[in-house]
């Protein structure tokens, strides 16, 4: 077999099928040597989201910001993974969640393999608004991000930002602005403005805004609370009851009153 000669026959099949199978088992196990040792020193891996071409000395770094980043999390896969010859063809879901927001990419990858290592790759996404889940989006192609943040890199990073508002708590701070979380979860500002605004669809505020009412209705949940809820409001980072007002009967469809005599009404029964 010459160096440019693809093997493209079906006894060439099996050979790519443990290729590739090994290849989203280091993925799925976080394995990032694992990853890199697969790869052909001559990869050309296709980013068609962010119309970017990477070689193998770029991949570390992309893989690395890829993979999940803690146990439980995973790509969902919605379709077998098909094996023609030196070919395979994976397609797969990456949902970003964070405060409110719900989206998904829909993502395929063609993976081409040779002397038994990947040489190259064609990753394709769509962005799938959460009405849309479960099927593939026929309206225009998401704008390409600039920032150089692949579908799965994004991902992690709602997963990263979600996980520091659940540990650390920012929200509790009514002065919380932009620049403080980009400086505490280790992306820029301008990655996490992208994140919120181009993607999930809401404003650094209302992100905001929505985990300090999840901490509010938390402690709701507690009868034995005697606290005003105004009081609780500033106590969970609302700085205006205007806003804390707007964003409970967003959440809830009730003004606080009206909901605290629900919650009243259920106790007693």
């Known amino acids: 077999m010459t160096s440019t000669t693809l093997p493209d026959s079906p006894e060439q099949t099996p050979l790519t099928a443990a290729t590739v199978m090994r290849y989203h088992l280091c993925w799925k196990h976080r394995d990032l040597d694992g990853v890199m040792a697969l790869y052909h020193p001559h990869i050309q891996y296709h980013d068609f989201f962010q119309n970017r071409v990477l070689g193998f000395d770029e991949l570390r770094d992309y893989v690395r910001a890829c ?22 063809f994976i397609q797969y879901q990456v949902t970003v969640q964070g405060g409110d927001g719900l989206v998904a990419f829909q993502s395929s990858e063609a993976i081409t393999v040779r002397d038994n290592l990947i040489w190259r790759v064609n990753e394709y996404a769509t962005l799938v608004r959460q009405n849309d889940i479960g099927r593939i989006s026929d309206g225009p192609r998401p704008a390409t991000s600039r920032l ?22 920012p929200y509790l701070d009514p002065e919380l602005d932009l620049q403080q979380v980009a400086n505490a979860s280790g992306y820029s500002r301008n990655q996490i403005s992208y994140l919120l605004n181009q993607v999930l669809g809401q404003s650094f505020y209302r992100y905001v805004n929505q985990a300090r009412l999840q901490h509010l209705m938390a402690s709701l ?23 804390f007002y707007k964003c409970f009967r967003e959440h809830t469809g009730l003004t606080p009153k009206a909901y605290l005599k629900q919650i009243s009404l259920r106790a007693r029964t």
Request: proline share 4%; net charge negative; charged share 25%.
């Open 67 to 88: 993979l999940p980043h803690e146990a439980g999390e995973d790509i969902v896969h919605s379709d077998r993974i098909r094996i023609d010859g030196c070919t395979a």
């Open 148 to 169: 150089g943040l692949s579908p799965r890199q994004l991902s992690s990073m709602a997963q990263d930002l979600e996980h520091y508002f659940q540990r650390q708590r």
């Open 221 to 243: 949940d507690d009868v034995s609370v005697e606290t005003p809820i105004d009081d609780l409001a500033f106590n969970a980072g609302f700085n205006s009851l205007s806003a």
